[in-house]
């Protein structure tokens, strides 16, 4: 592990400069950017965004 985030397992701050659903909003703008899901595509339910 060289320190870095890893792209797959961003993860929420707890303590919290935004309030949660900010924080989810540019958690799933960053994967949308990033090509992790195609258009038209469905997301994932906020249970499997826990799960990971």
């Known amino acids: 592990m060289d320190g ?3 792209p797959d397992h961003e ?4 303590p919290r400069a935004q309030p949660l659903y ?3 909003k540019a958690l799933m703008m960053q994967r949308l ?6 258009p038209g595509e469905m997301l994932p339910s ?7």
């Open 4 to 6: 870095s985030p890893d």
């Open 46 to 52: 906020e249970f499997q965004l826990a799960d990971e």
């Open 11 to 14: 993860t929420v701050e707890a």
């Open 33 to 38: 950017i990033a090509g992790q899901w195609r």
């Open 22 to 24: 900010a924080q989810v």
